[in-house]
């Protein structure tokens, strides 16, 4: 914050370096609220193949989700996410990347108006809102 003789009224200055350009996200990450996911590795050979993991978090854009079972990036999955009310959103999606060993970002096949309408409604019970 740089001062320009009025100290009512501060001026900011931005660095806005391409390196310091690394979030690209476009929606709302928000921390997993309580739900179950399914997955399934969607594939001609990956039918009947499905398996637990964890929404660590989500936006209406993709998610990162923790699994045992291995994933490689670019691999096609199905998921299946069941919030703590009964909440149901059955969504595909590609795997983006492995950030550690066993977490993975999932980026969903198109966005989701509903999930998006619906995390938000979330956020706003959390915080009193609803």
Do not use: C, W
């Not at 200055?13 to 350009?21: A, G, R, V, Y």
């Not at 739900?35 to 594939?43: D, E, I, N, W």
């Not at 993709?62 to 149901?88: C, H, M, R, W, Y």
């Not at 590609?94 to 999932?106: F, N």
């Amino acid at each position: 914050m740089t001062d320009n003789g009025n100290s009512d009224f501060p001026t900011f200055t931005f660095d806005f370096s391409d390196h310091l350009k690394i979030n690209k996200r476009v929606s709302v990450r928000y921390a997993a609220p309580s739900a179950t996911l399914t997955l399934r590795k969607v594939g001609l050979l990956q039918f009947g193949n499905e398996f637990t993991g964890k929404l660590v978090d989500i936006s209406a854009k993709g998610a990162l989700i923790s699994s045992s079972e291995p994933l490689a990036k670019n691999n096609k999955v199905a998921l299946k996410i069941v919030f703590a009310d009964g909440t149901l959103f059955n969504l595909k999606g590609t795997v983006a990347r492995d950030k550690t060993p066993k977490h993975y970002g999932i980026k969903l096949d198109s966005y989701s108006k509903d999930l998006d309408e619906y995390l938000f409604k979330l956020l706003g019970k959390s915080v009193g809102l609803n």
